[in-house]
């Protein structure tokens, strides 16, 4: 399985726009990209999805390249409760299987 | 609707014991997925199923099984616990057409001693 990698921390304000990138070369073709957000001792939450291009939410926005080999979330202005992981989500081409990114921890301070 | 359920929310076995960890959801969902996570680690796929009856495995299946007996729910069992398998074990489900697109349930935290 190729690796789907990710920042391992992000240091933020509130306020700010923070961006967290994806890497993952070995997407499958027609598979869209998933980004979700986890807090401590819960499920992960589906925060935007997009195949191509520029998706956006009420939360979010997901900026797609091209070639598709990385993704990146944007969240905008973000506040103390946006402290949490961020994990994308795509399809391995080689294996045809969803597989999470290795996650981002993300710390808003004030 | 309840969405994906999960029970046990909590678990401690023996080495060799096995169990079965239940899963369920009311969405009709065909997708569904078993996720292990170790303590601050990321998510690993173990077993998917995209019907019933149709289940493949994922990342790291090794001493897991599951079965698709129904749309609503998919069991995991374990085999023969190990200490390796202490871990918080989610379920996830989604339609087929957004199969990226899963609801997460609460998740199962088994410890193996």
């Not at chain 1, 240091?11 to 990209?33: F, K, L, M």
């Not at chain 1, 925060?47 to 091209?66: C, D, H, M, R, W």
Request: proline share 5%.
């Amino acid at each position: 399985l190729a690796k789907t990698t990710q920042p391992i921390s992000m240091d933020s304000y509130e306020g700010q726009e923070v961006n967290i990138t994806c890497s993952h070369n070995n997407i499958a073709t027609n598979d869209y990209i998933t980004w979700y957000q986890q807090f401590p001792s819960q499920g992960p939450r589906f925060i935007i999805q997009g195949y191509k291009t520029k998706v956006t939410n009420e939360v979010a926005s997901l900026f797609i390249p091209a070639d598709r080999k990385s993704s990146t979330l944007s969240l905008p202005r973000v506040s103390l409760s946006d402290t949490a992981v961020y994990y994308c989500l795509v399809g391995d081409k080689g294996t045809d299987k969803l597989i999470f990114g290795t996650g981002t921890r993300l710390q808003v301070f004030p | 609707n309840a969405g994906v359920t999960q029970t046990p929310k909590f678990q401690v076995l023996k080495t060799g014991q096995s169990m079965t960890l239940q899963c369920a959801q009311d969405m009709n969902h065909e997708y569904m997925s078993w996720y292990r996570q170790d303590p601050g680690m990321g998510l690993r796929l173990i077993h998917y199923s995209v019907g019933a009856g149709i289940t493949d495995q994922g990342e790291v299946p090794n001493g897991y099984n599951v079965s698709r007996s129904t749309t609503e729910d998919f069991p995991l069992r374990l085999l023969s616990a190990a200490p390796s398998q202490t871990s918080v074990y989610f379920c996830a489900s989604s339609s087929n057409g957004e199969a990226g697109k899963q609801f997460f349930g609460p998740g199962t935290r088994l410890t193996v001693l």
